[in-house]
T-cell receptor
Framework: EAQVTQNPRYLITVTGKKLTVTCSQN?????MSWYRQDPGLGLRQIYY???????DKGDVPEGYKVSRKEKRNFPLILESPSPNQTSLYFC??????????????FGPGTRLTVL | DQQVKQNSPSLSVQEGRISILNCDYT??????FLWYKKYPAEGPTFLIS?????DKNEDGRFTVFLNKSAKHLSLHIVPSQPGDSAVYFC????????????FGTGTRLQVTL
């Protein structure tokens, strides 16, 4: 089954404790992206990657890191989480065709709470 | 600065009637628009899209209309069904940077019996 998987689905942590949210896709997509969803703000892009070893900042990159060492994986790293990073996070992937690249496949989401 | 706006946070429609969800944008560089549907505890799923060279795109019960001069698009669902109850996000892209989607804040649609 073609899918984007994220782990963990739920995470409660404390301020300053480094964490990683994993994202993996089995569709051989070049493009991957991370979003956060907050009430009243919709989905905002954190980082995206056009291909292996190619990453770039989205609209809200502060406090986050990413890496793309393999095509299928795109982990999101919070080196020192803070309470304002409490949010619902989505990973997405898409093929590279112009236009179609915007039709992204989303993972199920990771709900993160930072105390 | 919200470049894609969905001014109605929620909408309630009776089953069988038409649902109309609206979206406005401010960035004239956007030339590709999409609607995503999101159920609770799931990721958004792609619903329908439209390129700026068109003013209408239809897929079954779903039709998206684009008015470039007004920088406005709308999603029509006819007839509405209870399974359509979800949050709908409008999104826009400049196909020159097709990797980057800008989303609206979402509209929660409730289809009642």
């Amino acid at each position: 089954e073609a899918q984007v998987t994220q782990n963990p689905r739920y995470l409660i942590t404390v301020t300053g404790k480094k964490l990683t949210v994993t994202c993996s896709q089995n569709m051989n997509h070049e493009y991957m992206s991370w979003y956060r969803q907050d009430p009243g703000l919709g989905l905002r892009q954190i980082y995206y990657s056009m291909n292996v070893e190619v990453t770039d900042k989205g609209d809200v990159p502060e406090g986050y890191k990413v890496s793309r060492k393999e095509k299928r994986n795109f982990p999101l790293i919070l080196e020192s989480p803070s309470p304002n990073q409490t949010s619902l996070y989505f990973c997405a992937s898409s093929p590279p065709q112009p236009g179609l690249a915007a039709e992204q496949f989303f993972g199920p989401g990771t709900r993160l709470t930072v105390l | 600065d919200q470049q894609v706006k969905q001014n109605s946070p929620s909408l309630s429609v009776q089953e069988g009637r038409i649902s109309i969800l609206n979206c406005d944008y401010t960035n004239s560089m956007f030339d590709y628009f999409l609607w995503y549907k999101k159920y609770p505890a799931e990721g958004p799923t792609f619903l329908i899209s439209i390129s700026s060279i068109k003013d209408k795109n239809e897929d079954g019960r779903f039709t998206v209309f684009l008015n470039k001069s007004a920088k406005h698009l709308s999603l029509h669902i006819v007839p509405s069904q209870p399974g359509d109850s979800a949050v709908y996000f409008c999104a826009a892209s400049d196909t020159g940077t097709a990797s980057k989607l800008t989303f609206g804040t979402g509209t929660r649609l409730q289809v009642t019996l």
